[in-house]
C-alpha cells in the first residue's frame, strides 16, 4: 500500500469542535510515523490482539493519538477485531484488535 506510512491529515469527525478540527492539521507531519508504531504494536500482539488502552501504552501514544491511527488501519483493511474481549483498568470490556494478512504484509515491507 504506497504511502500507507506517509503523512497524512488527523481525524476529526464533523461534530468535534474547532480546536479538534486544529489539532488533526497539526499531527499531520506524525501521522505516519504513528500509524507504523501502532500497526507495529497490533501485529507483536498476534492472533488474540491488544485493546487500545493496552495498544496505547505499548507505543507509548496517549489515547487521542492511538485511536484516531487504529482507526485509519482498521479502514485500510490492515487490521481487524479478533473478537477477544479483555477487561481494561477501569473493568470495564474492550475489543481487541489484530492484523489482517494485509497488514503483515504492510509491517514486513518497512518503508
Request: glycine letters at 12%; a positive charge.
Amino acid at each position: 500500500m504506497i504511502g500507507l506510512f506517509q503523512p497524512h491529515p488527523g481525524l476529526a469527525r464533523h461534530d468535534h469542535p474547532d480546536t479538534a478540527h486544529a489539532a488533526a492539521v497539526s499531527i499531520t507531519p506524525c501521522t505516519g510515523t504513528q500509524r507504523r508504531r501502532v500497526l507495529g504494536v497490533i501485529v507483536a500482539a498476534g492472533t488474540v490482539g491488544i485493546t487500545d488502552e493496552s495498544g496505547a501504552l505499548e507505543a507509548s501514544l496517549d489515547g487521542s493519538s492511538y485511536r484516531p491511527r487504529r482507526v485509519k488501519l482498521a479502514n485500510d483493511g490492515l487490521i481487524e477485531r479478533t473478537g477477544v474481549k479483555m477487561k481494561t483498568l477501569s473493568g470495564l470490556w474492550a475489543d481487541c484488535w489484530g492484523a489482517t494478512k494485509a497488514g503483515i504484509e504492510a509491517w514486513r515491507s518497512k518503508p
